[in-house]
Structures are given as structure tokens and as C-alpha cells.
């Protein structure tokens, strides 16, 4: 069984949010793609490629939704 911190849950969360993304479940997908933003930096770092597509992804739903001074600094 995995932890909840493990690198595993962060990627399945990261999934999860994606597909809730696009079905416009916009406020249940944001916090998904925040927690494995959260993981994966814990577990490798702020410069890691998965912390970079995370941070992507979120970017880019607060895109969809206009939120571009949200998704800005991301």
C-alpha cells in the first residue's frame, strides 16, 4: 500500500484532476493538481520535470477558466 505522500498518489492525482478538468470540473480539479504539485515537490525537489508539468497543468486549467493572472506566476 502506498502513503499518501508517495510519488505514485501524486501522478494518479495529477490523472484524476486532468479528466475532472475535462469534463469542466473546474473547483474539484484544482486542489488535486495542488496536492500533487505538493508531493511531488516534498518528494524530488522544486526544480523537478513533475513539479514543472504540475505546475503546467494547473497554469492551464486556470486558463481555461480566464484566470490568466492566477496562472501568471505559475
Same mark, same amino acid.
Given at each position: ?5 508517495h510519488?505514485d498518489?501524486? #501522478? #494518479?492525482?495529477?490523472?484524476?484532476a486532468?479528466?475532472?478538468? /475535462? ?14 504539485i ?9 526544480n523537478?520535470?513533475?513539479? /514543472? /508539468?504540475g505546475?503546467?497543468?494547473? /497554469? ?8 490568466y493572472?492566477?496562472a501568471?506566476?505559475l
Amino acid at each position: 500500500m502506498l502513503g499518501s505522500n508517495h510519488p505514485d498518489v501524486a #501522478t #494518479t492525482l495529477n490523472d484524476l484532476a486532468g479528466l475532472l478538468q /475535462a469534463q469542466g470540473k473546474y473547483d474539484e480539479a484544482k486542489p488535486l493538481f495542488e496536492r500533487a504539485i505538493e508531493i511531488w515537490e516534498k518528494v524530488h525537489g522544486p526544480n523537478h520535470p513533475h513539479v /514543472a /508539468a504540475g505546475l503546467n497543468n494547473l /497554469a492551464g486549467l486556470l486558463d481555461e477558466q480566464g484566470k490568466y493572472d492566477e496562472a501568471k506566476p505559475l
